[in-house]
């Protein structure tokens, strides 16, 4: 650590850390190696999850629960096993409350169609409301105006602050006796800002409301207890979190679960099947169809493994520190707007700005000539793009590996930006 990071405090031990990802010590373009600041699109993966995957199609790779055979065995225990560890991560009451999906956006759109098709008194109609916020991923957008447009359901949403906040002033207005469900992100991807989940599920337990909640970008990087929460339903993905693609998790509360009607069809949610109807397994599996994603699963629970044993209040304040710094090094680049909160206080460690009237792209195509990595473009939250009256940000976003040499080289290569753009 330099004279200049020497204020910093809580950080973990990086130089230890970033030996476990190969994808860290990559060169790219003339021999940089990579500043890799997209964590917030995808996770780099450590050996430990690399290592169990790679074990598992190598020794244990079979279908699951069905088998009677050792390997079969083996792979439903690692893949039962995995779930086990994903409710204790989260702090379920029961590990029948974590269902697998293939990701976060699956997850949201299960919830979606299960009150679709849901009896009362969960069922959204025509006669009922849908509220969620401005600053939504478009996966926890899209899912709600597909089920309105399908049921006549109303769609209503909190706007946004010029800070980056949520303007929860009219939060009666929005939040009303007729409102079904109500979703929202726990920390938003583009703004970084962590939303006070407090005041919005005490409002919608005032009116009956089920409550979910998208933990993409907060399952990574804090403690994430469904239990403290109180909300009905969480969702989030292994991608971000160290974990493997192509694995997510909605975790429902029991008793919904029971009540709510499954979405897909097919293989291992049933119960007894005959040509005139079908009865269906008990959640998780209810919600299950088909052969699950296996080694995801195995690779998530190494995943939780790796990440538990850093401890998420040390990744916490960790990403607390780089971000404060970030925050900080970013206000000193002349033109340069961070479009969200401009202190590190109630956010995550994703920070969107923009460059004079340097185009995104161009920023993030001169950055990585230099190695440097970010993403550009509206992050599939196209809605706050609109609201702040710019076509895209570049975004810089920060996990358990990030360093402060990191924040230095991005602010080396903004300047870099801005002097080849004249």
């Known amino acids: 650590m330099t004279s200049a990071h020497q204020g910093l405090t809580g950080l973990l031990d990086t130089e230890a850390i970033r030996k476990d990802f190969p994808l860290l010590d990559r060169v790219v373009h003339d021999g940089k190696k990579i500043v890799y ?26 279908n699951v629960h069905r088998g009677v055979y050792t390997v079969a065995e083996e792979a439903t225990a690692l893949y039962e096993g995995a779930r086990d560890k ?13 269902i697998f999906t293939k990701n976060a956006s699956e997850s949201l759109n299960l919830v979606a169609n299960m009150l679709g098709w849901a009896d009362e008194p969960y069922r959204v109609d025509h006669e009922t409301e849908i509220a969620i916020t401005e600053m939504e991923h478009h996966s926890n957008i899209v899912p709600w105006q597909l089920l309105s447009q399908r049921t006549g359901a109303k769609l209503k949403w909190f706007g946004l602050t010029d800070d980056g906040r949520l303007d929860l ?4 207005e929005v939040i009303t006796e007729k409102t079904k469900i109500v979703s929202f992100t726990l920390v938003s991807n583009l703004l ?9 599920i005490r409002r919608a337990q005032e009116v009956g409301a089920l409550v979910c909640i998208d933990a993409s970008q907060a399952a990574p990087h804090m403690v994430l207890d469904v239990q403290a929460l109180q909300a009905d339903f969480v969702a989030f993905t292994g991608h971000k979190m160290c974990g493997p693609t192509g694995i997510g998790v909605l975790w429902g509360r029991q008793e919904l679960l029971e009540d709510l009607p499954p979405f897909l069809g097919g293989g291992e949610m049933i119960e007894t099947v005959s040509m005139h109807s079908s009865t269906y397994a008990p959640a998780p599996h209810k919600f299950e169809a088909g052969t699950p994603p296996i080694a995801q699963a195995v690779g998530l629970g190494a995943a939780v493994d790796y990440l538990s044993a850093i401890g998420m209040e040390n990744i916490a304040r960790h990403e607390h520190a780089i971000t404060e710094y970030a925050v900080r090094r970013l206000q000193e680049v002349p033109d340069l707007r961070i479009i969200g909160p401009t202190t590190a206080e109630d956010r995550g460690a994703a920070i969107s700005f923009t460059l004079g009237d340097i185009h995104p792209h161009d920023v993030g195509q001169v950055l990585d000539e230099q190695g440097i990595a970010v993403r550009v473009g509206h992050h599939c939250a196209r809605p706050v793009c609109l609201r702040y009256g710019i076509p895209a940000t570049t975004r810089a976003s920060f996990y358990l590996y990030s360093t402060p040499a990191e924040v230095d080289a991005l602010v080396e290569g903004l300047e870099h930006v801005r002097n080849f753009f004249g």
């Open 192 to 200: 970084g800002t962590v939303n006070p989940v407090e005041t919005i």
């Open 86 to 98: 994903v409710a204790a991560f989260i702090n379920a009451p029961s590990r029948d409350e974590v």
């Open 37 to 62: 600041l997209d964590s917030a699109a995808t996770s780099q993966k450590p050996r430990q999850v690399l290592d169990a995957l790679n074990q598992y199609y190598e020794r244990h790779n079979a």
């Open 169 to 172: 002033s009219n939060i009666e």
